[in-house]
């Protein structure tokens, strides 16, 4: 028995490769160690594939590295052969009630320290070693230590399951794939875990992405907090300012005010807050469920990947809207305002301003209550039905289809004279007017010889005849336009020009948000392009406006 022990533990000091004493001990970039002229030969043998493996990790090397003495085995390999004597095996070495134990050691068992999916079985250091040293052996897949390997047999055919059909969703043999699931749909294991190993990265990428933007969302609401309470603490001590030099009269009205502003501000901060709270619990839940799905990548059983990869629910739908969108106010400056021109005024308006100011305070709104539209089934949420207001046609252009459809002629069409009608420019306007969130569509039909086409809106007060610059679309800073030629696109505004890139389409997306002051052009085909996107301020309703040369026709677009 002693003799026993004394040799399981002379391995640890054994050459992998000659299975004896390590002489000349020298160890690898990896930490394995062998003797110097063992680990030499080896290599030598794969000189010509260019690259050099360690074997028993099989970590490969390029160029061969240069080996290094081991000093300190080769002193303790040296006081082994003068003792002769050694310690048994540490205990924290044999395997316990929660180890996997090695399937060939006889007696007390060591622990495992890889299994063999293809053995199905599990093996301590030393046992290990041959599927390092033997060619069959080392086309083995080595694992880390399982106690399940049994669940990889077949219970029908005792087989190992290899094999996964995709109608049952179960991992079988090959025996089953030919029997009862002869007419499914099978594939190898690995092949299916292959699949689903792809799955389940573009679902951790998706996770990982959303827990970017929600961060971005989360330190966006910590600015606007910061920027809101900047700004209502400034509004209160404005506000007690003007009250201060003010007859006792104005006092109450000054309590009343700063209690609303505050009241006002309350509100807004806990709106931030709580979103921001929920958007924080989101990344938690985001970055747990990342990590569930590492683990799960990690598994290197194939069957055991399979096995767990339904159990594990798909993300939750995000809580809130893919951006967080802060309404452009000057958040409690307005108030301050407010109050400066009601100074001077006497008892007799009191009652009136304090209907005023308390109705400007209310108005302070950070979160914008909807994103902007993506698809373009978002954009026909708002589309308007828009046509053409013949009292503003010019002369030479001819309207059809209910007023929807324009073209050039060379004919007069003896249009009665009206003040709204365009006398210089080939232009027309639309009938409605345009407030609010708006969408609509134009079809545009521009050929080689035939003119161009501009698509526009425009403030109901531009020009009607003169200079381009009065009256022309997007020459003058009361309209905008975006000029289709055959093969390209341009955008004017106030007689400047800029080139837009993107492939040309007969359709092209207008989609304007009044309030915000957003006004989009967009190509319409399978998926919607931004072309162009202007941010300003709108000050007056705008109207579509459409500018047709030569003979181009352009239709708006029926869209509901």
Not at 100 to 107: L, Q, R
Request: proline share 4%; glycine share 4%; aromatic share 8%.
């Amino acid at each position: 028995m002693a003799q026993q022990e004394f040799h399981l533990d002379r391995g640890r000091f054994c050459c992998s490769i000659c299975l004896d004493l390590l002489k000349d001990p020298v160890t690898t970039v990896c930490g394995h160690s062998y003797c110097k002229s063992c680990i030499n030969s080896h290599w030598d043998k794969g000189e010509e594939r260019g690259s050099y493996s360690c074997p028993q990790c099989r970590q490969t090397f390029t160029p061969r590295p240069v080996l290094e003495k081991n000093t300190m085995l080769a002193d303790l390999v040296e006081e082994l052969k003068k003792t002769g004597l050694q310690a048994a095996p540490a205990d924290h070495c044999y395997a316990g009630p929660e180890d996997v134990a090695c399937d060939v050691c006889n007696g007390r068992k060591l622990k495992a320290i890889k299994s063999c999916l293809v053995c199905l079985a599990s093996f301590c250091e030393k046992h290990l070693q041959l599927h390092f040293q033997s060619a069959p052996f080392m086309k083995h897949k080595l694992v880390e230590p399982s106690e399940k390997l049994q669940e990889n047999i077949c219970s029908r055919h005792d087989e190992v399951m290899k094999m996964f059909c995709r109608t049952d969703q179960q991992c079988i043999c090959y025996l089953c794939s030919v029997e009862e699931h002869k007419d499914h749909d099978t594939v190898s294991a690995a092949a299916e875990r292959t699949e689903r190993q792809r799955e389940l990265g573009l679902r951790r990428q998706t996770i990982q992405q959303r827990v970017q933007d929600t961060e971005k969302e989360v330190k966006l609401l910590q600015q606007e907090e910061k920027a809101l309470n900047g700004s209502a603490d400034k509004a209160v001590e404005d506000s007690e300012e003007i009250f201060t030099g003010m007859i006792r009269l104005l006092e109450k009205r000054s309590s009343d005010v700063k209690q609303q502003i505050r009241s006002q501000q309350q509100t807004e901060v806990s709106r931030v807050r709580e979103l921001q709270e929920r958007l924080e619990r989101e990344i938690t839940e985001l970055k747990r469920k990342d990590q569930e799905l590492k683990q799960l990548s990690d598994t290197e059983d194939h069957n055991q990947f399979l096995h767990n990869y339904p159990s594990l629910s798909p993300p939750s739908g995000s809580t809130h809207s893919s951006s967080i969108r802060i309404r452009p106010l000057r958040y409690f400056e307005d108030v301050t305002a407010a109050v400066s021109q009601v100074r001077g005024r006497l008892q007799d308006i009191l009652s009136e301003t304090e209907t005023e100011i308390l109705q400007i305070v209310s108005q302070v709104d950070v979160l914008l209550p909807q994103p902007e539209p993506e698809t373009r089934a978002d954009f026909l949420r708002y589309s308007q039905e828009i046509t053409l207001d013949p009292d503003t046609a010019y002369k030479y252009l001819l309207l059809s289809e209910g007023n929807r459809k324009v073209r050039w002629t060379s004919e007069d069409q003896s249009y009665s004279d009206h003040p709204d009608r365009f006398t210089d420019w080939p232009q027309v306007l639309s009938r409605e007017s345009l407030t609010g969130r708006c969408y609509w569509e134009v079809e545009v039909e521009v050929e080689v010889g035939l003119g161009d086409v501009f698509v526009a809106v425009t403030y109901k007060n531009i020009s009607r005849a003169g200079h381009p610059n009065e009256c022309l679309f997007g020459f003058n800073d009361k309209s905008w336009s975006l000029r289709c030629y055959v093969n390209s696109y341009n955008f004017y505004y106030n007689s400047i020009q800029t080139p837009v890139s993107g492939p040309v389409s007969s359709r092209v997306g207008v989609y304007l948000d009044h309030s915000a002051g957003v006004l989009s052009f967009y190509r319409v085909s399978d998926t919607m392009t931004l072309l162009h996107r202007v941010q300003t301020t709108f000050t007056q309703p705008l109207y579509a406006g459409v500018y047709v040369w030569s003979g181009s026709p352009v239709e708006l677009c029926k869209l509901k």
